[in-house]
């Protein structure tokens, strides 16, 4: 008998360090709160592919966005990531976080909690600093956690934020001049099969009015980088299982709506924190579709209460560029432009 409960406590003794090495062990993102306004609605702001010094009119956008932030009394912001160009920032001590944000986003309504993701450009610099508590002590609006979940209302919004650079297979196979930092992806697989478990598992649980999943790349885009055929394959369909209502992105300098005619998912495109203007647009997409398209500079506006979404694009003078539209519960978005 003696043998046989030492036999148990060994085969428990494995199987707790299984359990505590297994990442599954653990079958849940960071998850952080925010709470909504008194009558529980939420306004917020997003901006992606920014970090560059005030150059190529970021510190115009930046403007923009902290007096559209005044009158839409925001929340937060949000970042669609590529927060430092060209590449990522070297460490925490980098300059280039308070040239690039702090003091560059200075406005009072922009001093709200940032939650932020990680582009391709993020990733081929020290990643590791930009993930860091350091930044966070430096500028406390700054959060950055890699894949994580925002709580917002609690009941209005759970906000899905999803690292999509290690999905994109060119950036391991092909990297070209750039050297990329995977230090904490690797085995790239494992990271990946990992993430989407974790994400299935936050929505599958997810009990609010709204799910959104921001990431950095796109999944449909009519822009310079087009859609992202990795996350078409992996992601898409897990977003549409669990009802997904909004996808939003940066990567291509542009901002964009695309609906689409498989599910009730509307991809939105906010880009456009400094440089733009590329003037590669695919005039062949469907147009039953895209129901929005500027190849510039600007922002977006989300506002949201418990039956409609309201969206709103901002150009570099603050001017909105496209007119409300309003999502119901479980109905497709109806597009007025
Ligand atoms: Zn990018």
């Known amino acids: 008998m003696v043998v046989s409960s030492q036999k148990a406590m060994v085969l428990w003794a494995l199987l707790l360090g299984l359990l505590l090495v297994s990442p599954l062990a653990n079958a849940e993102l960071e998850r952080v709160e925010h709470a909504a306004k ?161 994400l299935e598992s936050g929505l599958r649980e997810s009990t609010a009015k709204w799910k959104i999943v921001v990431g950095h790349h796109t999944i449909k885009s009519a822009g310079y980088h087009g859609n992202t055929h990795e996350l078409a394959i992996h992601l898409l369909p897990i977003l549409q299982a669990y009802h997904v209502d909004l996808y939003i992105n940066g990567h291509d300098h542009c901002l964009q709506h695309i609906s689409s005619t498989d599910s009730s998912i509307q991809f939105l495109t906010s880009g456009g924190g400094s440089k733009a203007w590329r003037g590669d647009v695919n005039n062949r997409w469907n147009p039953q579709e895209i129901k929005f398209y500027y190849d510039g500079q600007g922002f977006m506006s989300v506002e949201m209460t418990e039956t409609d979404v309201d969206i709103k694009f901002y150009d570099v003078f603050g001017n909105a560029i496209q007119a409300n539209f309003f999502c119901y519960v479980n109905v497709n978005c109806l597009g007025t432009l």
């Open 38 to 198: 008194a009558d529980g609605s939420l306004s917020f702001l997003v901006v992606g592919d920014w970090g560059r010094k005030g150059l190529y009119n970021q510190s115009q956008v930046a403007l923009q966005i902290g007096s559209i932030g005044e009158k839409r009394e925001v929340d937060f912001i949000i970042s669609t990531g590529d927060n430092f160009y060209d590449d990522g920032l070297r460490g925490v001590k980098d300059p280039a976080f308070h040239q690039s944000f702090s003091d560059i986003y200075t406005a009072p309504s922009l001093q709200k909690q940032w939650y932020i993701v990680l582009g391709n450009h993020d990733y081929r610099g020290n990643v590791e600093a930009q993930l860091s508590p350091m930044l966070r002590k430096m500028d406390t609006r700054w959060l950055c956690l890699g894949s994580f979940i925002l709580i917002a209302g609690p009941q209005m919004a759970e906000i899905f934020f999803v690292d999509t650079t290690p999905f994109v297979s060119n950036y391991f196979i092909d990297p070209k001049d750039h050297v990329y930092n995977w230090k904490g992806i690797s085995p790239r697989l494992h990271y990946i099969n990992n993430l989407l478990l974790y």
